[in-house]
């Protein structure tokens, strides 16, 4: 068996070395301090996300509506897309807020007979919020998936960028971020 050449060696500590600096560098996901679900519920427009497979067939008229009327007390959660066909996909769900942490929710898509699962609940964080809850920017802590909201169907480019900025603050690589919806 031959050892790998110094170079190689080197080249991989490099790498490896370099990403954990990006990660360490990187503020850490955090949720915001506050969130009034009776103002946060209501229909919200999707100006971009990282690339989820469930988004997979969405081209555009991406929205997220929240209730406060889900069931058992529970957040109702309808998500809806525009499809390439024309269509509209829909996806009901429900979330919950995680106690102790007000800017923090769990989704979940699967039936109600498997809510006892924990893996059925996804983290749902809000992660940067308008004052007067015009746009939101949510997330979670493994950065692997982020969502750019706002109460219009478009945004203004500058508080676009300046939620990429933070996004990309808090370690979000967005390299792969798919614009839903125009910019003004």
Not at 34 to 51: T, V
Not at 115 to 134: F, H
């Amino acid at each position: 068996m031959t050892r790998p050449s110094l170079a190689i060696r080197l080249t991989l500590a490099a790498a490896l070395g370099a990403s954990a600096l990006v990660a360490y560098a990187a503020e850490p996901v955090t949720s915001v301090p506050d969130l009034e679900l009776s103002r946060y519920a209501g229909q919200w427009h999707e100006i971009a996300h990282l690339p989820m497979f469930f988004q997979r067939q969405c081209v555009g008229d991406i929205t997220a509506r929240y209730s406060l009327d889900g069931p058992g007390g529970a957040i109702g959660v309808l998500n809806a897309c525009r499809t390439k066909d024309g269509s509209l996909d829909q996806s009901e769900g429900v979330a919950r807020p995680v106690e102790g942490h007000p800017g923090r929710l769990e989704v979940r898509f699967a039936p109600d007979w498997l809510s006892w699962a924990p893996m059925v609940w996804a983290d749902y964080w809000v992660i940067a919020l308008d004052p007067d809850y015009q746009w939101a920017m949510v997330g979670e802590p493994g950065r692997d998936y982020l969502w750019i909201l706002s109460r219009e169907p478009t945004m203004d480019r500058v508080l676009f960028e300046q939620l990429k900025a933070k996004a990309e603050a808090m370690g979000y690589d967005l390299e792969s971020l798919v614009m839903a919806a125009p910019l003004r």
